[in-house]
């Protein structure tokens, strides 16, 4: 099986990277990060490993990289698509508190982002998603995406992106079995994870449990291995608890 996993140079996707290659190692795994030199060292001189520079704010062809084309091609659908990809802050973008800290700049890129680059990856890998083998394409998504669970409100370009994506999903999950069976297309919650992203927020963090890296992996990896057609649609917490959307 063919596992590709944007997001790969982050907390979450490089430990899944590394939990992949360790309970599969002789499957081949198609890395996608903003920076190649951003990814662990370990996965950059992993022979197994395929790396592609991509920003989710853009278009992605595979066709310009025929080393990975030919693994997409060999898998006869068995592909494994893992959307770990995501923004909550950077240097210009922070939580949003209130309604007056919301911008159109920081909304836009965390749609890009959030929602929009896992559509894209989708829409680029769709022609070998339809083989023999299941294919699970999977999104990590958050907890705070749930409209039903929301009760505190703020982190308005965060909420209403991961809210989007699970949208995106939803959508994928409808089409993509008439065209693609067979295969499996979920939303996946990870738990708080210990991470760049989560660094900021010591002081919550400190009433939550909090994950680190390789434990958040192990709990995504056993939820994605059990996946099946009868699952597709779910929005999957890391226990493998279903969510409210």
């Given at each position: 099986m063919t596992v590709v996993i944007a997001g790969?140079?982050?907390a979450i996707g490089s430990a899944l990277a590394e939990?992949?290659?360790a309970e599969q190692p002789s499957e081949p795994l198609i890395g996608l990060a903003r920076k190649i030199d951003a990814?662990?060292?370990?996965?950059?001189?992993?022979?197994?490993?395929?790396?592609?520079?991509?920003?989710?704010?853009?278009?992605?062809?595979?066709?310009?990289?025929?080393?990975?084309?030919?693994?997409?091609e060999s898998a006869n659908g068995g592909i494994s698509v893992i959307y770990a990809a995501g923004l909550l802050h950077d240097d210009a973008v922070a939580p949003e508190k209130r309604v007056e800290d919301m911008s159109q700049a920081s909304m836009i890129q965390a749609f890009q982002v959030n929602c929009l680059g896992f559509g894209s990856l989708v829409q680029a890998l769709a022609p070998?998603?339809?083989?023999?083998r299941l294919a699970r394409v999977a999104a990590?998504?958050?907890?705070?995406?749930?409209?039903?669970?929301n009760r505190l409100g703020g982190w308005y370009a965060y909420r209403c992106s991961k809210a989007a994506l699970?949208?995106?999903?939803?959508?994928?999950?409808?089409?993509?079995p008439?065209?693609?069976?067979?295969?499996?297309?979920?939303a996946l919650h990870p738990g708080t994870t210990r991470s760049n992203l989560s660094a900021p927020f010591s002081q919550s963090l400190a009433k939550l449990t909090v994950h680190e890296p390789d434990a958040t992996a192990t709990n995504l990896y056993r939820v994605l291995a059990r996946?099946?057609?009868?699952?597709?649609?779910?929005f999957i917490s890391w226990n493998g608890q279903d969510l409210p959307w």
């Open positions: 790969v140079s982050g939990r992949f290659l990814v662990d060292a370990r996965l950059r001189e992993h022979p197994g490993v395929h790396l592609i520079e991509w920003q989710a704010e853009l278009p992605l062809d595979m066709v310009r990289y025929p080393d990975a084309l030919k693994l997409l070998w998603l339809r083989g023999k990590i998504s958050a907890k705070v995406g749930s409209i039903e669970d699970n949208m995106m999903v939803k959508n994928l999950s409808v089409e993509l008439r065209r693609y069976s067979p295969i499996t297309c979920v996946l099946s057609e009868e699952d597709n649609g779910r």
